[in-house]
Each structure stands twice: as C-alpha cells, then as structure tokens.
C-alpha cells in the first residue's frame, strides 16, 4: 500500500508512538462531541461518517478505491459498530458506552481460535470472567429504558469491534488496503442515514457544525490515518495496546469536565476492573510471547 509504505518511510523525528497517542487522544473525544450536539444518533452518523469519509479518501486517493467481497462485509461489520457507539453515546453515559465497547478483546479472545486460529488458553477464561463481572456493574442500581438500551447497544458494538479487528488479521485481509474499509463503512452509514441528515441541515446551529466536522474530520477521519502511520512507523503492538486503554479512561472526564454528566459509581467500578483486567492480560501476554521469543534464540 502506497499511502501506508509512504507513510512509513517518511523520516521525520517525531518517535511513531507520538502519533499513535494523539490518534488515541482524538478517539477519546468522540463522547464529549456526540453528546455535544442536539443532533439524533442518525443525524450525527450521517454527518461524522460524511465528513470522516471525504477526510479519508482525499488522504488516501492514490491508493485507489478497489475493493472485493470480503472487505464488503468489514465495511458492513465496521459501519455498524460506528452506528452503535453514536447510538449507545446518545441513550447511556459516554462512560458506559465506551467502557461496554472496549469489551472487545474479550470476543477476539472467545472467538480467536475460530475465526483467525488464534490459541485459547485457561489464563483467557479467567480474563473473560473477570470482565463479564465488572460488564454486570454497569446495570446495578436505578437505570431508565434508555440507559438499557445504551448498554446493550454499548455492547454489541465490543462485539461487532472484535470482529471487525479480527477480520483486518485475517488471510483474505493481507492484500486489502485497510482504510479501505473505512472508507466504505462510513460511505454505507452515509447512504442509510442520509434521509435523517439532509432534512436536519436547515436546522443546524454552529455548534452542531463544528461538533460532527471535528468527529468526522479529526475524531475518526485524521486519527485513523496517524494510528497507521505510528504502528507501520514502529510502535509495537504492546504499546499501541496500552495507549489505546487511554481512550476508555478519557472519554467520559472529557464529557465530566465540559458536559458535568457524571456516571454511576458501579459503572466507574466495573469500567476500572475492565480496564484493569484487559491490560493485565495484554502485558502477561506479551511477556509470554518475549520469553518464549528468548528461550527459542539460546
């Protein structure tokens, strides 16, 4: 892939985990802008996506728009999740909806061996269960029909984001331009939403412009493309793991600090046991791999 191989051969002195914190940063926002707006989940999806879509392909023109059956469904998988996340942002706290996505790793974990042939072991049982106990946190205590309907929207797009990264490792993926998918998944929400947006736009305040611009342009467009520079640029994958954790801590203190939406103190448990438990895994894993890595080359 051109863009990307360009993208990494640039010398530039910034070190490439730079840019993949700032991608992480920008990801971050996503809930303070979707609830920034007076826009409906379809309205804001049809402007993100639009904006995020144009953002993209302008990027990344010269790689072509070429796309066969299977990157069709990731752009399907990927579209819905983006839709998911809008919706459960709209109808639950920013902090239940990004901490219910970030279940993710779970799925690819119980799905692996499945789908990519990943192995599955005991120590990602006892992961799998310390998540479905702090995912229990999130509806403990006074909850109204929206937020059930948030949470488990929060949750199908977690699953819908592990099938989507596990779709991107797998074999028929290794010769797909991946913004590819990204430039389709937004292109599909913008064809499906379109009849909601268009009829918003007399109606729309400078607020509600400059919130689904940013989404569009920075929030998914720009900080896609600065993620794939800083992995192709040498971040590895254990630190772009760990940076990503950022993103679930983040977004809900940025909607605290501008918004004062505050989440529920079982919500902050579960979400901290979440996050906890994930990135534990992901560094013994990784250590796993290093040591076997060594004890391999003696």
Do not use: C
């Amino acid at each position: 892939m051109k863009f990307v191989a360009n993208l990494s051969e640039q010398k530039s002195t910034v070190s490439p985990i730079v840019f993949v914190l700032i991608a992480v940063l920008l990801w971050s926002t996503g809930g303070l802008f979707i609830k920034l707006t007076t826009l409906d989940a379809f309205q804001v999806t049809f402007f993100r996506s639009l904006f995020a879509a144009i953002t993209v392909i302008i990027l990344t023109r010269k790689d072509g728009l070429k796309i066969n059956a299977f990157g069709i469904f990731a752009s399907i998988v990927y579209a819905l999740l983006l839709f998911l996340f809008v919706w459960a942002t709209k109808k639950t706290t920013a902090a239940n909806a990004i901490f219910l996505q970030y279940t993710a790793p779970i799925y690819i974990l119980l799905l692996g061996p499945f789908i990519i042939g990943e192995k599955f072991h005991w120590r990602d049982l006892i992961t799998v269960a310390v998540v479905l106990f702090g995912m229990s946190l999130f509806f403990v205590g006074k909850l109204e029909i929206n937020d059930y309907q948030g949470n488990i929207a929060a949750l199908a797009s977690g699953v819908l984001l592990g099938l989507y990264i596990m779709l991107l490792k797998h074999p028929k993926a290794e010769n797909m331009n991946p913004t590819i998918t990204v430039i389709y998944g937004n292109l599909i929400l913008v064809a499906l939403t379109a009849s909601s947006g268009i009829p918003a736009i007399p109606t729309m305040v400078p607020l509600d412009w400059f919130a689904v611009i940013f989404l569009g342009v920075f929030q998914i467009g720009i900080s896609y493309i600065l993620f794939i520079k800083g992995v192709r640029g040498g971040t590895r994958p254990l630190d772009a793991s760990l940076i990503g954790f950022i993103e679930p801590l983040l977004n809900p203190v940025w909607v605290l600090m501008f918004l004062g939406e505050r989440p529920s103190q079982w919500a902050m448990l579960g979400g901290a046991i979440i996050i906890t438990a994930i990135a534990v895994h992901t560094i013994r894993q990784y250590a796993g791999k290093q040591t076997d890595t060594l004890a391999s080359n003696i």
